[in-house]
Protein backbone atom coordinates (compact mmCIF):
# COMPACT_ATOMS: atom_id res chain seq x y z
CA UNK A 1 0.00 0.00 0.00
CA UNK A 2 2.80 2.52 0.91
CA UNK A 3 4.69 1.76 -2.61
CA UNK A 4 0.93 3.11 -4.03
CA UNK A 5 0.82 6.17 -2.18
CA UNK A 6 4.32 6.82 -3.08
CA UNK A 7 3.46 6.86 -7.32
CA UNK A 8 0.50 8.97 -6.06
CA UNK A 9 3.13 11.24 -4.39
CA UNK A 10 5.35 11.23 -7.43
CA UNK A 11 2.72 11.97 -9.69
CA UNK A 12 1.46 14.73 -7.90
CA UNK A 13 5.14 16.09 -7.04
CA UNK A 14 5.68 15.77 -11.24
CA UNK A 15 2.33 17.09 -12.17
CA UNK A 16 3.57 20.39 -10.05
CA UNK A 17 6.88 20.62 -11.57
CA UNK A 18 4.77 20.13 -15.38
CA UNK A 19 2.57 23.22 -13.89
CA UNK A 20 5.44 25.17 -12.51
CA UNK A 21 7.57 24.99 -15.80
CA UNK A 22 4.27 25.74 -18.11
CA UNK A 23 3.74 29.25 -16.52
CA UNK A 24 7.52 30.23 -16.16
CA UNK A 25 7.69 32.11 -19.12
CA UNK A 26 4.08 34.26 -17.90
CA UNK A 27 6.45 34.81 -14.29
CA UNK A 28 9.51 35.68 -15.55
CA UNK A 29 10.01 36.41 -19.59
CA UNK A 30 6.36 37.93 -20.12
CA UNK A 31 5.84 40.83 -22.32
CA UNK A 32 5.64 44.27 -20.54
CA UNK A 33 2.26 45.29 -19.78
CA UNK A 34 -0.16 47.49 -21.01
CA UNK A 35 -1.39 50.45 -18.42
CA UNK A 36 -4.29 49.64 -16.32
CA UNK A 37 -6.80 52.21 -18.21
CA UNK A 38 -10.06 52.31 -19.73
CA UNK A 39 -9.74 52.22 -23.55
CA UNK A 40 -12.05 53.81 -26.67
CA UNK A 41 -12.95 50.52 -28.24
CA UNK A 42 -12.35 52.26 -32.17
CA UNK A 43 -12.08 55.02 -30.58
CA UNK A 44 -15.02 57.35 -28.69
CA UNK A 45 -17.56 57.57 -31.32
CA UNK A 46 -21.44 59.07 -30.99
CA UNK A 47 -22.38 58.31 -34.58
CA UNK A 48 -25.53 60.68 -33.74
CA UNK A 49 -23.07 63.42 -33.05
CA UNK A 50 -21.95 62.43 -36.43
CA UNK A 51 -18.28 60.97 -34.95
CA UNK A 52 -18.34 57.68 -36.24
CA UNK A 53 -15.84 54.65 -35.08
CA UNK A 54 -12.65 54.60 -36.37
CA UNK A 55 -12.36 57.96 -37.31
CA UNK A 56 -10.08 61.07 -36.55
CA UNK A 57 -12.76 63.01 -34.71
CA UNK A 58 -13.41 59.33 -32.69
CA UNK A 59 -9.60 59.57 -31.74
CA UNK A 60 -9.25 62.80 -30.64
CA UNK A 61 -12.30 62.64 -28.53
CA UNK A 62 -10.97 59.49 -26.51
CA UNK A 63 -7.03 61.10 -26.30
CA UNK A 64 -8.76 64.05 -24.92
CA UNK A 65 -10.88 62.23 -22.38
CA UNK A 66 -7.69 60.34 -21.28
CA UNK A 67 -9.07 57.25 -22.69
CA UNK A 68 -6.80 54.36 -24.73
CA UNK A 69 -7.50 53.89 -27.97
CA UNK A 70 -8.28 50.55 -30.05
CA UNK A 71 -8.24 51.03 -33.72
CA UNK A 72 -8.47 48.22 -36.91
CA UNK A 73 -6.22 48.82 -39.41
CA UNK A 74 -6.04 47.15 -42.62
CA UNK A 75 -3.52 47.25 -46.32
CA UNK A 76 -5.58 48.09 -49.21
CA UNK A 77 -3.80 47.53 -52.60
CA UNK A 78 -1.65 50.92 -53.05
CA UNK A 79 0.02 50.14 -49.90
CA UNK A 80 -1.74 52.40 -47.98
CA UNK A 81 -2.30 51.24 -43.93
CA UNK A 82 -5.68 52.62 -43.48
CA UNK A 83 -7.79 52.48 -40.28
CA UNK A 84 -11.01 50.91 -41.09
CA UNK A 85 -12.89 47.56 -40.11
CA UNK A 86 -13.28 45.46 -42.58
CA UNK A 87 -15.83 47.23 -44.39
CA UNK A 88 -18.99 46.62 -47.01
CA UNK A 89 -20.10 49.12 -50.14
CA UNK A 90 -22.77 50.02 -47.21
CA UNK A 91 -20.83 51.72 -45.22
CA UNK A 92 -19.47 54.19 -47.19
CA UNK A 93 -22.32 54.17 -49.28
CA UNK A 94 -21.29 53.45 -52.50
CA UNK A 95 -22.04 50.62 -55.21
CA UNK A 96 -17.99 50.07 -56.46
CA UNK A 97 -16.35 47.27 -55.03
CA UNK A 98 -14.31 48.81 -52.44
CA UNK A 99 -11.26 46.12 -52.84
CA UNK A 100 -10.52 48.17 -56.43
CA UNK A 101 -10.46 51.49 -55.04
CA UNK A 102 -7.33 53.45 -54.27
CA UNK A 103 -6.57 55.28 -50.26
CA UNK A 104 -7.52 58.64 -52.50
CA UNK A 105 -10.24 57.14 -54.32
CA UNK A 106 -11.98 55.64 -50.57
CA UNK A 107 -10.90 59.05 -49.21
CA UNK A 108 -13.81 61.10 -50.95
CA UNK A 109 -16.58 59.12 -49.30
CA UNK A 110 -17.95 59.94 -45.79
CA UNK A 111 -17.70 57.24 -43.24
CA UNK A 112 -21.60 56.51 -42.51
CA UNK A 113 -23.16 59.82 -44.05
CA UNK A 114 -20.91 61.88 -41.49
CA UNK A 115 -18.29 64.47 -42.13
CA UNK A 116 -15.39 61.95 -41.60
CA UNK A 117 -13.79 60.56 -44.43
CA UNK A 118 -11.34 56.87 -43.43
CA UNK A 119 -7.87 57.89 -41.96
CA UNK A 120 -4.67 56.40 -42.75
CA UNK A 121 -2.87 55.31 -39.89
CA UNK A 122 0.00 57.59 -39.73
CA UNK A 123 -1.77 60.59 -39.06
CA UNK A 124 -3.97 58.59 -36.32
CA UNK A 125 -0.48 57.90 -35.12
CA UNK A 126 0.36 61.90 -35.62
CA UNK A 127 -2.86 63.17 -34.19
CA UNK A 128 -2.46 60.67 -30.84
CA UNK A 129 1.42 61.69 -30.31
CA UNK A 130 1.75 59.10 -27.51
CA UNK A 131 -1.01 61.24 -25.22
CA UNK A 132 -2.51 58.01 -24.72
CA UNK A 133 -1.93 54.06 -25.14
CA UNK A 134 -2.68 52.33 -28.49
CA UNK A 135 -4.17 48.97 -28.95
CA UNK A 136 -3.56 48.01 -33.23
CA UNK A 137 -5.40 45.10 -34.51
CA UNK A 138 -4.43 43.93 -37.56
CA UNK A 139 -7.06 42.86 -39.83
CA UNK A 140 -6.23 40.85 -42.50
CA UNK A 141 -7.93 40.19 -45.29
CA UNK A 142 -5.75 38.57 -48.15
CA UNK A 143 -3.35 35.92 -47.56
CA UNK A 144 -0.15 37.48 -48.62
CA UNK A 145 -0.67 40.90 -47.40
CA UNK A 146 1.96 42.65 -46.04
CA UNK A 147 -0.04 44.44 -43.52
CA UNK A 148 2.20 43.13 -40.64
CA UNK A 149 5.29 44.56 -41.87
CA UNK A 150 3.52 48.08 -43.49
CA UNK A 151 2.23 48.13 -39.78
CA UNK A 152 5.33 47.71 -38.20
CA UNK A 153 7.30 50.03 -40.24
CA UNK A 154 4.82 52.55 -39.04
CA UNK A 155 4.93 51.63 -35.27
CA UNK A 156 8.57 51.92 -35.55
CA UNK A 157 9.15 55.32 -35.56
CA UNK A 158 6.12 55.95 -32.64
CA UNK A 159 7.37 56.99 -29.64
CA UNK A 160 3.89 55.99 -27.51
CA UNK A 161 2.99 53.21 -26.15
CA UNK A 162 1.37 50.71 -28.05
CA UNK A 163 0.12 46.56 -28.48
CA UNK A 164 -0.67 44.48 -31.76
CA UNK A 165 -3.17 42.35 -31.50
CA UNK A 166 -4.55 40.71 -34.92
CA UNK A 167 -7.41 36.89 -34.81
CA UNK A 168 -6.21 35.82 -37.81
CA UNK A 169 -4.00 33.01 -38.30
CA UNK A 170 -2.04 34.24 -40.86
CA UNK A 171 -1.13 37.20 -38.79
CA UNK A 172 0.78 34.91 -36.50
CA UNK A 173 4.04 35.27 -38.65
CA UNK A 174 4.63 39.27 -37.23
CA UNK A 175 7.91 41.25 -38.88
CA UNK A 176 8.51 43.00 -35.85
CA UNK A 177 12.48 43.41 -36.17
CA UNK A 178 12.88 46.81 -33.99
CA UNK A 179 8.87 46.83 -32.47
CA UNK A 180 8.26 45.07 -29.49
CA UNK A 181 4.65 44.00 -29.16
CA UNK A 182 3.99 45.32 -25.92
CA UNK A 183 5.52 48.87 -25.38
CA UNK A 184 4.73 50.33 -21.43
CA UNK A 185 2.76 53.22 -20.96
CA UNK A 186 5.12 56.03 -18.65
Known sequence: MTEHYTYMAQDG????????????P????????????????RGLHNLSE?????????FRRAAEHGYGIELDVQRYPDGQVIVAMIMTEAHLGIEKEIDSLTYKELS???I???EE?????????????GQVPLIVEIK???????????????LDHYSGSFCIESFHPAASDLDFEN???????N
Open 50 to 58: GVPENSMAA
Open 179 to 185: TAICVPW
Open 140 to 154: YKHLGSTICKKTAEL
Open 13 to 24: LVSGLIYLISIT
Open 108 to 110: HFP
Open 117 to 129: RIPLLEDVLKLVN
Open 26 to 41: RLLGRARRMPGKFYAH
Open 112 to 114: LGT
